[in-house]
């Protein structure tokens, strides 16, 4: 599977973006999305996942109310939709995937390379 962030960009405080994970090559079976971020000088931070059915999905306290995650899996996309984007949000924004169970504490064989996502204040 490869897959494709994209959707990053400047936003000022409080605004929103839409950020796309676009699978693509051998995408038979069920995987799970998660999106991670990472901020300059910081560690990579967990920060949702959704299961191939979309009907499981979870976040990191720090994005929960603010960001939600869905899937279209006739496009073999997933959607990372921000809101109330923070400062501290600031990040790139990276795509992963893995079949069956899935969640923050997982090893990710396939990963995008990254969105970045910058909010002024």
């Known amino acids: 599977v490869q897959l494709q962030a994209s959707g990053g960009g400047l936003v000022q405080a409080g605004g929103s973006l839409r950020l796309s994970c676009a699978a693509s090559?051998?995408?038979?079976?069920?995987?799970?999305i998660v999106w991670f971020r990472q901020a300059p000088g910081k560690a990579r931070e967990f920060v949702g996942y959704i299961t191939w059915g979309g009907g499981a999905a979870d976040y990191a306290d720090s994005v929960k109310g603010r960001f939600t995650i869905s899937r279209d899996n006739a496009k073999n996309t997933v959607y990372l939709q921000t809101s109330s984007l923070k400062p501290e949000d600031t990040a790139v924004y990276y795509c992963?995937?893995?079949?069956?169970?899935?969640?923050?504490?997982?090893?990710?064989?396939?990963w995008g390379q990254g969105t970045l996502v910058t909010v002024s204040s």
């Open positions: 090559g051998r995408t038979g079976g069920t995987y799970g």
């Open positions: 992963a995937a893995r079949y069956g169970a899935i969640g923050p504490g997982y090893e990710y064989p396939y």
